[in-house]
């Protein structure tokens, strides 16, 4: 089975700051990766899928990297209504990574 | 509009039966996957399973294989997710999601969730 795990657990940033998580596979996936983010009490909502691909009415200051066993996803200009907690997910077998909150100071 | 509308909030109790739906609208139904995913009270996303709605295709999770059944009646455009006998380690969150065509297997659209609250 697949793996996924990510860093940091926790994120606390100031608005227009540049922020980046890490998710890690625990074998090779190729570009199969996607992000999510989850607001408290919402359901999550697409945000990159094959790893570098903004979906539809994503803002622009979000973007994502990677491939094989390492990804990274940025936020370049970290604004208020960002703060939500970010999942990974391998999207051929679809485990989840633990998420990473994002705070803001 | 593509929407996926879940079956409201269920209050249970251990070793009774639930089925909760998801009712998709505003595309093609059949022409995607959906899937479900499992959020305990305050932890993270866990997958678990998906079902063709055109020909009831069904993976399961291996961790919740034999723990609960997927389903779908597409003459209604709605699928399931069901258990025979709840535990309480069953109260969760409950999401449907459809995977996308262009989204490279990402999920695209998501129900509003259906708290399962299973307690004695």
């Known amino acids: 089975d697949i793996q996924m795990t990510q860093s940091p657990s926790s994120v606390s940033a100031s608005v227009g700051d540049r922020v980046t998580i890490t998710c890690r596979a625990s074998?090779?996936?190729?570009?199969?990766l996607v992000w999510y983010q989850q607001k408290p009490g919402k359901a999550p909502n697409l945000l990159i899928y094959?790893?570098?691909n903004l979906q539809r009415g994503v803002p622009s200051r979000f973007s994502g990297s990677g491939s094989g066993t390492d990804f990274t996803l940025t936020i370049s200009s970290l604004q208020p209504e960002d703060s939500a907690t970010y999942y990974c997910q391998q999207a051929n077998s679809f485990t989840f990574g633990p998420g990473t909150k994002v705070d803001i100071k | 509009e593509v929407q996926l509308v879940q079956s409201g909030a269920e209050v249970k109790k251990p070793g009774e039966s639930l089925k909760i739906s998801c009712k998709g609208s505003g595309y093609s139904f059949t022409s995607y996957w959906i899937g479900w995913v499992r959020q305990m009270p305050g932890k993270g996303l866990e997958w678990m399973g998906i079902?063709?709605?055109?020909?009831?295709?069904?993976r399961l999770s291996p961790f919740f294989q034999g723990q609960v059944t997927i389903s779908v009646d597409k003459s209604i455009n709605t699928a399931y997710l069901q258990w025979s006998s709840l535990k309480t380690s069953d109260t969760a969150m409950y999401y449907c999601?459809?995977?996308?065509?262009?989204?490279?297997?990402?999920?695209?659209?998501w129900g509003q969730g259906t708290l399962v609250t299973v307690s004695s």
């Open positions: 094959a790893a570098s």
């Open positions: 999601a459809r995977q996308g065509i262009t989204t490279a297997g990402g999920l695209d659209y």
């Open positions: 079902i063709y709605t055109d020909d009831s295709d069904a």
């Open positions: 074998q090779g996936v190729g570009s199969w």
